[in-house]
């Protein structure tokens, strides 16, 4: 009679354990779609600051381009720039720059909200956290564009207070105009349909513009235009710029598959075409400069990897890869004949071609992506796209040289004829990147 008593008790118990679990865990198409909705937004935090990492590495690649693209001398301080037009830059954009740029804004003009990321309510919106950290790095890479081209002859303290000033002001001003409406802000140019998914001419030719401003005003190295003749300065290692090269590409597919800030197919179109622009850069380079050299350049090659990748960022998009090969191979063209126009003609020295990759062929990939607009061209579409391409000029240009004026007028911009000479890692910095490193014969004395 017990055991039956104890049989009938588990019985029941086990009966109303299951009928419990099944109840709860029973799935609802209401529960189903929550899940979802979760994993999605845990993928979309995931991929973009994922993508703003890949993006931050870019910087190393900037510093191995420039570093490897001018004299040993020199290393030490190339590295610094880019440390710290990171460093500086990045608290000049929480403070000032992300409120400029995304701010609330009723004239589309600029933000008004939101310094110190006060207005936002960081600590408790993780979205805001996210998409800041994607846009810093953004802003650092158009900060570190000018270092190249001021490269060997700029004073370390000239150059950290262009980077608050781009960093906080000029970059966002513009970065307002056409990218407001993707988090606060609003823009009078997005307003007009303008395209440039991930920063061809926002970035870019943001950078490359204030780098020909400040090439310009702080003036040509010593030696470069001697008599009226252009003499070639090159770099002392030109491995350590490949290895750039290659890091820039890695991280671009940051810069470019990361400007959806979501992880969703659209990556796969954009992926193919960064891919495809970036090579078919550096055949078009590579055969431009084989036809005007008599040579395969390499640095011209490379530079057309650059070129290509700054090319397709404005349409990445919005194109088809056919079109892709076809932008980055025409940027790759373009890159060459700018650096000889600009060092040849223009007689402004610009040591790594930054002007070249970044401004010129940024204004080519904005253009092109109402180009190629794969859903139709129509003149107003291309109309936008030149206007946004003057916009970004008309700002950049007089804004960067007037800065440039100041600093110079002020702080001073460029090191003494003695310190040039010697380099800027010891006149600047009191260190040699190679302290080993042999005087060739030819320097007659310079350590070059």
Not at 36 to 64: C, H, K, P, S, Y
Not at 245 to 273: E, K, R
Request: net charge negative.
């Amino acid at each position: 009679m017990k055991r039956w008593i104890i049989f009938i008790v588990l019985t029941l118990t086990l009966t109303g354990s299951i009928t419990v679990f099944a109840e709860e865990a029973l799935p609802t198409i209401a529960g189903n779609a929550e899940a979802i909705r979760t994993v999605q937004t845990n993928a979309d935090f995931l991929w973009t600051l994922v993508a703003a990492f890949l993006v931050f590495f870019m910087q190393a690649g900037f510093a191995m381009v420039e570093a490897g693209f001018t004299r040993a001398k020199n290393a030490a301080n190339i590295i610094m720039k880019n440390l710290m037009d990171m460093s500086i830059g990045a608290v000049a954009y929480w403070a000032i720059g992300f409120a400029i740029m995304f701010g609330v804004s009723k004239t589309g003009w600029f933000g008004t909200t939101g310094f110190f990321l006060s207005d936002f309510a960081a600590d408790k919106d993780p979205w805001t956290l996210t998409f800041w950290m994607f846009q810093v790095v953004f802003a650092a890479t158009a900060a570190t564009i000018i270092s190249g081209a001021m490269a060997e002859r700029t004073k370390f303290i000239g150059y950290l207070l262009y980077s608050v000033v781009i960093s906080a002001l000029i970059y966002p001003v513009f970065g307002s105009w056409a990218w407001g409406s993707l988090f606060k802000g609003s823009g009078w140019l997005e307003g007009l349909g303008f395209i440039d998914f991930a920063g061809s001419t926002v970035v870019h030719s943001v950078g490359g513009w204030a780098a020909l401003a400040g090439a310009i005003v702080v003036g040509p190295r010593i030696g470069k235009y001697v008599n009226g003749e252009v003499k070639a300065i090159p770099g002392h290692n030109v491995t350590i710029g490949a290895l750039g090269v290659f890091i820039l590409w890695f991280g671009w597919y940051g810069f470019n598959v990361g400007s959806t800030t979501a992880a969703t197919t659209d990556m796969a179109i954009i992926a193919v075409n960064t891919t495809l622009a970036a090579a078919s850069g550096a055949i078009g380079a590579m055969l431009m400069s084989w036809v005007k050299f008599k040579k395969p350049d390499a640095t011209m090659s490379l530079n057309g990897t650059l070129a290509g990748l700054v090319g397709i960022t404005a349409g990445c998009f919005n194109v088809l890869p056919g079109s892709a090969i076809i932008i980055g191979f025409i940027a790759g063209i373009i890159v060459v004949l700018s650096v000889v126009f600009i060092d040849q003609t223009l007689k402004v020295d610009d040591p790594v071609g930054a002007v070249s990759v970044h401004g010129v062929c940024g204004a080519w990939g904005t253009l092109a992506a109402g180009l190629f607009n794969a859903d139709g061209v129509t003149l107003e579409i291309v109309g936008v796209q030149l206007l946004g391409i003057a916009a970004a000029f008309l700002w950049v240009f007089p804004t960067a040289f007037i800065l440039f004026k100041v600093i110079k007028a002020t702080v001073g911009l460029r090191v003494s004829s003695e310190e040039e000479i010697e380099g800027l890692d010891i006149g600047e910095h009191g260190v040699e990147a190679y302290p080993d490193f042999q005087i060739h014969p030819s320097a007659k004395g310079v350590k070059i």
